[in-house]
Structures are given as structure tokens and as C-alpha cells.
């Protein structure tokens, strides 16, 4: 997957229309679909608790299906993209423990990696206005980059490949 710009206020707009859409169809849903299934197979001298269960799943399924069958429309392209950049992100911090200390090695996947989770941070950290952890993550690209500087070695997000993970 490879880093693109994209605009912050549509992406914010965006994500908060999609977000109160989800919510309010599992609301919706969860709630007929439980008050159809008491009012058709419910006892009132027991428990509901079980058509109340089912309605949510019902609510989650359907809303599920909704978004998997939404996620290649234009509005939903900036919505799509952060989620897939978030998955990404999350799947090199998972070896990011082992990856990281390769950098002192001048492992050049491991530097690809590295500035691919940085830049890709950075660039949720910017979009979703989380600035509490932006000054510890300029310092981890700013060591990265001397590190580069140092060595010579020139990477790109563009050279990130999720195959890379795999070697470690």
C-alpha cells in the first residue's frame, strides 16, 4: 500500500458521515429487528435477553455487509484508505521490536520499513489532529534520517512492500 495525500477536512467530514451512519444503523436495526423477534417468538414471563443478542448480531451483520459493499464508492475513498493505512501500520507494529534495531545495523529493509510507519503515522497523526505524540515521532524520523544521511542510503515509502515483513 502506498502513502498518498489526501484531504484533511473531506476525510474528517467524511469519516464523521460514515461513523453516525454506522451508528445509527445498529441502533435502528438492533432495536426493530429485536422488537420484531420478541414481539413474534418473545414470552413475557422470560427472559429476552437472547432476541436482544440476536437483533444486535442481526444489526452487526447487516452493517457489516453494508460497509463491504460500500467501500469501493467515491465517498467512502478516504475512509477506506485510512482504515487500510491503519491496518498496514498496525501489521509493522506488531514486528516493529524486531525491525527497529536493525536501523543501527544499516539493514536497508528495516530503514524502509521504519520511515514507511513513520511517514504513515505521521500522516494519521496530522489527519486525525493527535499532536501528543508528534514530537516523539519527529525524533524517531529525525534519527532515521541521520542515520540515512550517515550511510548514504536513500529510501522512499514507494519502495515499501508488505511482502518486507516477511523476512522478519
Not at 510507519?117 to 534519527?143: F, P
Amino acid at each position: 500500500m502506498q502513502l498518498r495525500q489526501i484531504d484533511k477536512n473531506r476525510y474528517s467530514r467524511h469519516y464523521k458521515i460514515v461513523f453516525a451512519a454506522i451508528v445509527a444503523a445498529l441502533i435502528v436495526i438492533s432495536i426493530g429487528s429485536s422488537a420484531l423477534m420478541i414481539q413474534f417468538f418473545g414470552n413475557p414471563e422470560q427472559s429476552n435477553f437472547i432476541l436482544n443478542l440476536a437483533g444486535v448480531v442481526i444489526a452487526a451483520v447487516a452493517v457489516s455487509y453494508a460497509l463491504y459493499r460500500l467501500r469501493n464508492h467515491p465517498f467512502m475513498d478516504e475512509v477506506v484508505y485510512v482504515w487500510n493505512l491503519k491496518q498496514q501500520l498496525n501489521r509493522i507494529y506488531r514486528k516493529q521490536r524486531k525491525i527497529e534495531p536493525l536501523i543501527d545495523d544499516n539493514n536497508v529493509d528495516a530503514m524502509v520499513i521504519m520511515n514507511y510507519i513513520y511517514q504513515g503515522s505521521k500522516q494519521l497523526y496530522e489527519l486525525d489532529d493527535n499532536t501528543i505524540t508528534m514530537d516523539e515521532l519527529a525524533i524517531k524520523i529525525n534519527h532515521l534520517q541521520a542515520k540515512l544521511d550517515e550511510t548514504g542510503i536513500q529510501v522512499s515509502t514507494d519502495q515499501y512492500d508488505p511482502s518486507l515483513l516477511d523476512r522478519f
